[in-house]
C-alpha cells in the first residue's frame, strides 16, 4: 500500500512562495498520475494540479501561471511550487495518488497573510 507525506508548509506573506514535497513510499508510483488538493475553512476540497505519469500537467485556473507541479520518479516524490501567493490560497494542501488505493496525504497547512 502506498503512503504519501506531505511537507513544505508554512506562513508567507503575500507575494511569497512556498515549495510543497509529497513523498511516496511504495513502488511503482511513478505509473500513477498524481494530485495537489486544497482545503480552505468551511470550503469544500477542491483540484489545483494534477500530472501524469508521462508529467502533462493541468491546473485549476485559480492557480494558473503561479503553481507549477512537478515530479521526480527516482525519489518518488511529486511538488507543488506556488509564487505570488494571495491570502485566498490559505488552506490545507493534500497530495493524492490515482491508483494504488488511491492514497491521501495527511495534508500540510499553508497560511497567506496579507
Known amino acids: 500500500q502506498v503512503q504519501l507525506v506531505e511537507s513544505g508548509g508554512g506562513l508567507v506573506q503575500a507575494g511569497g512562495s512556498l515549495r510543497l514535497s509529497c513523498a511516496a513510499s511504495?513502488?511503482?508510483?511513478?505509473?500513477?498520475?498524481m494530485g495537489w488538493y486544497r482545503q480552505a475553512p468551511g470550503k469544500q476540497r477542491e483540484l489545483v494540479a494534477t500530472?501524469?505519469?508521462?508529467?502533462?500537467?493541468v491546473y485549476a485556473d485559480s492557480v494558473k501561471g503561479r503553481f507549477t507541479i512537478s515530479r521526480d520518479n527516482a525519489k518518488s516524490t511529486t511538488y507543488l511550487q506556488m509564487n505570488s501567493l494571495k491570502p485566498e490560497d490559505t488552506a490545507v494542501y493534500y497530495c493524492?495518488?490515482?491508483?494504488?488505493?488511491?492514497?491521501w496525504g495527511q495534508g500540510t497547512q499553508v497560511t497567506v497573510s496579507s
Open positions: 493524492h495518488a490515482w491508483g494504488n488505493g488511491d492514497p
Open positions: 500530472i501524469t505519469s508521462g508529467s502533462t500537467t
Open positions: 511504495g513502488s511503482g508510483i511513478s505509473r500513477n498520475a
